[in-house]
């Protein structure tokens, strides 16, 4: 059974860059494509991005001028990059296998940006 | 981008009883690629159907899915205490962007 972990820091200042990896174990990367997602504290879920199993990346319009998922298959692992965040990109991110119905989630790691 | 908008906000049951959820789409869902999840607190969301009307593995026959183009239904039949959640609908494969989900309709006990 395929397991994914979040991993980056808690906390992230205003105008930094947010920095999360996932850990995939149980299964390989491969013939999959991989999603970060986020949930404000008390709201709904929104999309950030995936990256296709060709490689190729497409991400929510609001941030896609912010956003970069990158994959190191060998390592089982995939990125999140998040540049110039702000209090409203405080949020549970969670990292996930498909790019369109979601079947395995990681637990979610919170990000909170402040000074 | 197609919009989502869950009816009701929140839905107030006692076991044994059915629950309907609506999704609604502010334009058609391409191949009904339409999708429903369960949530509860502290944990990740966890995938019930997809395709409109398709059982993730593993998930009960009381939940099921119906609906096509705009309108979109999950229905619980028979709810259990471990039902009482939050659901969101979520529209993907329309190849411009990643998908959108719904605001959510909590199912709480009466």
């Known amino acids: 059974q395929v397991q994914l972990q979040e991993s980056g820091p808690g906390l992230v200042k205003p105008s930094e860059t947010l920095s999360l990896t996932c850990n995939v174990s149980?299964?390989?990367?491969?013939?999959?494509?991989w999603s970060w997602l986020r949930q404000p504290p008390g709201k709904g879920l929104e999309w950030v991005g995936y990256?296709?199993?060709?490689?190729?990346?497409n991400y929510s319009p609001p941030l896609k001028s912010r956003v970069t998922i990158s994959i190191d298959a060998p390592e089982s692992q995939f990125s999140l990059k998040l540049s110039s965040v702000t209090a409203a990109d405080t949020a549970v991110y969670y990292c996930?296998?498909?790019?369109?119905?979601?079947?395995?989630w990681g637990r979610g790691t919170l990000v909170t940006v402040s000074s | 981008e197609i919009v989502l908008t869950q009816s009701p906000d929140t839905l107030s049951l006692s076991p044994g009883e059915r629950a309907t959820l609506s999704c609604r789409a502010s334009q058609s869902v391409r191949n009904n690629y339409l999708g429903w999840y369960q949530q509860k607190p502290g944990q990740a969301p966890r995938l019930l159907i997809y395709d409109a009307s398709t059982r993730a593995p593993g998930i009960p026959d009381r939940f099921s899915g119906s609906g096509s183009g705009t309108d979109f239904t999950l229905s619980i039949s028979g709810l259990e205490a471990e039902d009482f959640a939050v659901y969101y609908c979520q529209q993907y494969g329309s190849g411009i962007s990643p998908g959108t989900f719904g605001q959510g309709t909590k199912v709480d006990v009466k």
């Open positions: 990256i296709h199993k060709s490689g190729g990346t």
């Open positions: 149980g299964g390989s990367m491969s013939g999959y494509d």
């Open positions: 996930a296998r498909g790019a369109w119905y979601i079947d395995h």
